[in-house]
């Protein structure tokens, strides 16, 4: 009886700072749904179920650039306001999903079709979903086991992996992407920490431009390109702005804290 009356009041305490932060938590997403997108601007006033969007699925096959920027997807759930219309165009999914462009040796499969059998109709609900694929969460951990790990979000080291050669995402698309110069690559370099006794962060050009470039952070998330420009704090962050525009939601979230401050502070 004492150990309940003990706990009790830490949950209340727990309860309570979860309301003063702005309602209770979200639940943590479990590995295979870190990351995943629902998509329903026009589906359901269509008479089809919702697009489920994994970017694990993509992630391995695509920088973050090429679909952001080349292609043209929103930063943020829903802005893109994707039509099967503009798909079957060639436009948002149907620029690699036509049934024409090949990857890894595979066709990939069209997106949208204006009329379709109750065959073709599977192909429909690949992405167009009631609920979640118990072969695509098997799928996921299949892929998974073969990557390196990680504490936090998906559990992939998604930067590892890339080093290692382990995925070889494209960056490129013809008479998508337009060539681009190579710039020099700004080295690293320190922000410090704003909290005592907290390591400061090293930030690496390097790894950010293999999946960003430089278009992609500047300027719509950084404004300027020269360090110290752009202010923000964590509360900015954690809110889903400047790092935590990918942070958080598909990139390794923010919570490891570790991949960040990595720099003991300075005697």
């Given amino acids: 009886m004492r150990k309940l009356l003990f706990v009790v009041p830490i949950l209340l305490v727990a309860v309570g700072i979860a309301w003063a932060q702005g309602g209770m938590k979200k639940k943590?997403?479990?590995?295979?749904?870190?990351?995943?997108?629902?998509?329903?601007?026009?589906?359901?006033?269509?008479?089809?179920?919702?697009?489920?969007?994994?970017?694990?699925?993509?992630?391995?096959?695509?920088?973050?650039?090429?679909?952001?920027?080349?292609?043209?997807?929103?930063?943020?759930?829903?802005?893109?306001?994707?039509?099967?219309?503009?798909?079957?165009?060639?436009?948002?999914?149907?620029?690699?999903?036509?049934?024409?462009?090949?990857?890894?040796?595979?066709?990939?499969?069209?997106?949208?079709?204006?009329?379709?059998?109750?065959?073709?109709?599977?192909?429909?609900?690949?992405?167009?979903?009631?609920?979640?694929?118990?072969?695509?969460?098997?799928?996921?951990?299949?892929?998974?086991?073969?990557?390196?790990?990680?504490?936090?979000?998906?559990?992939i080291n998604w930067e590892l992996a890339e080093e290692k050669g382990l995925i070889k995402p494209v960056d490129y698309l013809e008479k998508v992407s337009s060539k681009k110069v190579n710039l020099k690559v700004n080295q690293d370099f320190a922000i410090k920490a704003k909290v005592e006794g907290m390591p400061d962060i090293i930030f690496s050009h390097k790894k950010h431009t293999v999946w960003n470039g430089c278009e992609l952070c500047h300027p719509d998330i950084f404004v300027g390109v020269k360090k110290g420009t752009s202010k923000y704090s964590m509360t900015e962050i954690f809110d889903s702005k400047y790092c935590g525009v990918c942070h958080e939601k598909v990139a390794f979230p923010q919570t490891d804290c570790q991949r960040c401050h990595t720099r003991p502070p300075q005697g």
Avoid at 136 to 154: A, I, T, V, W
């Fill in 28 to 155: 943590k997403p479990l590995p295979y749904e870190f990351g995943s997108v629902t998509i329903n601007n026009y589906s359901q006033q269509a008479g089809m179920p919702p697009v489920m969007f994994d970017h694990w699925v993509h992630r391995q096959n695509y920088t973050c650039r090429l679909c952001h920027v080349d292609i043209g997807f929103g930063m943020t759930a829903g802005s893109t306001k994707i039509r099967s219309a503009d798909n079957m165009k060639g436009y948002f999914c149907g620029t690699c999903h036509n049934g024409r462009m090949v990857h890894n040796n595979k066709k990939i499969f069209e997106s949208c079709a204006k009329e379709y059998s109750r065959e073709e109709y599977k192909t429909c609900a690949k992405c167009h979903t009631r609920e979640r694929s118990a072969a695509k969460e098997d799928e996921f951990y299949r892929f998974s086991e073969q990557m390196p790990g990680e504490r936090f979000g998906n559990k």
